[in-house]
């Protein structure tokens, strides 16, 4: 008696092939110039930015910016040794302020002094007009407070003493200023700027040799 075994068989499923309309391949056209154009508009844009870039790069480096630096040149107390000097105190001071860019140059809207002993203001005036400062260029800050653009009182005076005593008196001389800088035809918006010069006078009340020509620290608010 024999047997008869089935083998199976697999028959292969092929998909069937789809008969795509006129608008499915005009449809596939617009997807693909879409996705170019697409690419095209931002290799452009890239190439824009980094030319871009370039420029401001090659502009940075030929400006050379910086900001302006001032120094202490002299500073005095007269009448310092003397103990009821308070009734004519006088302080005398004088500061630069240097624009050291190549071509850049700066407008000072306003400019005022504050004289601070011990982190107390005591004494105050504004200096200068508004003026523009060439690139390359020095100006000399030089002022005198007494009377009423100083307030020093006896009380004042005598810790001044008990300081002059140990060798040294410590002040500290802020510069505010409104600037703009101006670049060619262009200038900016306008800044906040601080100078803070300390500075030190001997028991004579003149400043004293460290403290003479010392760059005054500078930041903007």
């Known amino acids: 008696m024999s047997s008869h075994e089935e083998i199976p068989i697999q028959?292969?499923?092929r998909p069937l092939k789809?008969?795509?309309?006129?608008?499915y391949y005009v449809r596939r056209v617009k997807g693909s110039l879409t996705t170019r154009v697409s690419k095209l508009?931002?290799?452009?844009f890239l190439g824009l930015?980094?030319?871009l870039g370039i420029i401001t790069f090659i502009l940075w480096l030929s400006l050379r910016p910086h900001r302006p630096r001032f120094h202490i040149?002299?500073?005095s107390v007269p009448g310092l040794a003397q103990e009821n000097g308070f009734e004519n105190a006088q302080v005398i001071f004088n500061a630069t302020a240097r624009n050291a860019n190549q071509n850049i140059g700066i407008y000072y809207d306003s400019m005022d002094v504050k004289l601070y002993y011990k982190d107390q203001s005591i004494g105050g005036t504004s200096?200068?007009?508004p003026f523009y400062q060439e690139p390359k260029n020095t100006t000399v800050l030089y002022g005198v407070l007494s009377?009423?653009?100083?307030?020093?009182?006896?009380q004042r005076w005598a810790q001044f003493l008990a300081d002059r005593a140990k060798g040294t008196v410590i002040f500290r001389l802020e510069v505010s200023s409104t600037i703009r800088f101006k670049v060619f035809t262009w200038i900016s918006r306008r800044h906040k700027m601080h100078a803070n010069c300390a500075v030190g006078v001997g028991p004579d009340g003149s400043i004293l040799a460290?403290?003479?020509?010392k760059r005054c620290p500078l930041y903007f608010t």
């Not at 508009?41 to 452009?44: D, E, G, P």
């Open 127 to 129: 200096l200068l007009i």
């Open 210 to 213: 460290s403290y003479k020509d």
């Open 41 to 44: 508009v931002c290799a452009i």
């Open 73 to 75: 040149r002299n500073f």
């Open 11 to 13: 028959v292969p499923n």
């Open 147 to 154: 009377g009423a653009s100083l307030t020093v009182n006896n």
């Open 49 to 51: 930015l980094f030319f």
């Open 18 to 23: 789809r008969h795509h309309t006129a608008r």
